[in-house]
């Protein structure tokens, strides 16, 4: 016993003192293995100007902000604005988080990095000024009020001016799909009637009659839009239908309003090229407003919605579809909506807000490039 302790206390002190011993050899790795920092870095003088899609005030895609309702000089090709409002749901609110939540989706897109290779465009890169707007105050005690405040913000920001002298596309971030209804008075003051594709699992032009107590609701604004004169009579699109009705007089009802309707299902027989010609065909020669309900995919897709519909379509068959529509050339887009992202339902991986964030950027990819088309010069 105490000849092994012996050795053992030698061997210690010989591997200790030896300058190739074990422990040394170790420790000398050791500090070999660490880089060397630079301790007088300077940095690029534009450093500051790079964005990170982590970081930085949540606007759309990293956008310029301007609150443009009280700023009535600004200028843009582009206004995004936010509609937070849903107290003209039937099932579950929720979707006056939407806006927040869309531009939480849309922060990996950078506007340095956004190229859309399958249009060939970077949105927010080319000719176009785009300007997040922020979002229009809006009462939640009172639908007729909020539909009133809607209304006149969505008609101030109309007022506005490109930097050529036009008038701007109007980018609402809704919001439950009420919102349309006001948007829609305010594109008609600039350019007259106007042709709906709606995007939706659900009709939403049902008689204001069936809903007790107030006729504006999120199922019947586009009712009221006809009786207003305000859409075309005989030019509007569904797309993505698959609700349940009252019955066949649903149907009936819609088609006297002047609509055509493309099921869910029908891509199973036309493809995503199919559902672009038949849309575009039915559009062709007008002036489009495209409301694009996140409901219109399935819930696997996009959970976070108030009144979700299974068997719906898949974001990669709506980027195609959306495509081929908005750099159709007899196709002429004046506004667009994204609605009824709820974000309470969504999952962790918040992947409805990152779906309506791409709607838009999809949208917004073909407008820009229809631009870049017409031989409009960079911002």
């Given at each position: 016993m105490k000849l092994s302790i012996l050795l053992s206390s030698l061997l210690l002190a010989t591997v200790s003192a030896h300058p190739g011993g074990h422990h040394e050899e170790r420790a000398v790795s050791s500090q070999s293995s660490h880089p060397t920092y630079p301790t007088n870095t300077t940095l690029a003088p534009n450093w500051w100007n790079d964005i990170v899609p982590y970081g930085g005030i949540n606007t759309f895609a990293h956008l310029p902000h301007v609150f443009c309702l009280s700023q009535p000089s600004e200028t843009f090709d582009i206004a995004l604005i936010g509609a937070p409002f849903d107290t003209a749901t039937s099932y579950r609110p929720g979707a006056r988080?939407?806006?927040r939540a869309l531009r939480?989706?849309?922060?990996?897109?950078?506007?340095?990095?956004?190229?859309?290779?399958?249009?060939?465009?970077?949105?927010?890169?080319?000719?176009?000024?785009?300007?997040?707007?922020?979002?229009?105050?809006?009462?939640?005690?009172?639908?007729?009020?909020?539909?009133?405040?809607?209304?006149?913000a969505f008609e101030e920001i109309?007022?506005?001016?490109?930097?050529?002298?036009?008038?701007?596309?109007?980018?609402?971030?809704?919001?439950?799909?009420?919102i349309i209804l006001g948007a829609l008075r305010a594109v008609?003051?600039?350019?007259?009637?106007?042709?709906?594709?709606?995007?939706?699992?659900?009709?939403?032009?049902?008689?204001?009659?069936?809903?007790?107590?107030?006729?504006?609701?999120?199922?019947?604004?586009?009712?009221?839009?006809?009786r207003e004169g305000l859409i075309s009579n005989n030019s509007n699109v569904h797309a993505g239908l698959r609700t349940a009705l009252v019955g066949m007089g649903d149907y009936r009802d819609d088609t006297e309003q002047g609509w055509l309707r493309i099921g869910s299902e029908d891509i199973d027989?036309?493809?995503?090229?199919?559902?672009v010609e038949k849309i575009v065909q039915r559009l062709k020669g007008k002036k489009v407003y495209l409301s694009f309900d996140i409901d219109t995919l399935?819930?696997?897709?996009?959970?976070?919605?108030?009144?979700p519909e299974v068997g719906g379509w898949t974001m990669r068959e709506v980027k195609r579809i959306l495509r081929g529509i908005t750099t159709a050339e007899d196709?002429?887009?004046?506004?667009?909506?994204?609605?009824?992202?709820?974000?309470?339902?969504?999952?962790?991986?918040?992947?409805?807000?990152?779906?309506?964030?791409?709607v838009v950027f999809e949208v917004l990819s073909g407008y820009v490039k229809k631009g870049e088309l017409a031989g409009k010069k960079a911002a």
């Open positions: 988080f939407g806006p939480a989706g849309s922060q990996r897109q950078i506007p340095a990095a956004s190229y859309n290779a399958l249009t060939g465009v970077n949105p927010y890169a080319s000719w176009a000024k785009i300007t997040d707007c922020g979002d229009i105050p809006l009462t939640s005690f009172s639908s007729e009020l909020a539909l009133a405040q809607m209304t006149s109309m007022t506005h001016k490109t930097p050529s002298g036009g008038s701007p596309l109007l980018v609402t971030l809704g919001g439950d799909h009420s008609n003051k600039i350019h007259g009637q106007v042709a709906v594709l709606h995007f939706d699992a659900h009709l939403d032009t049902w008689d204001p009659r069936f809903y007790v107590g107030t006729p504006f609701t999120h199922g019947t604004m586009l009712n009221l839009a006809g027989d036309l493809g995503a090229k199919g559902v399935d819930p696997a897709v996009a959970p976070g919605t108030g009144t196709v002429e887009l004046v506004g667009m909506d994204i609605v009824e992202v709820a974000p309470a339902y969504d999952n962790q991986g918040e992947i409805t807000a990152l779906a309506g964030a791409q």
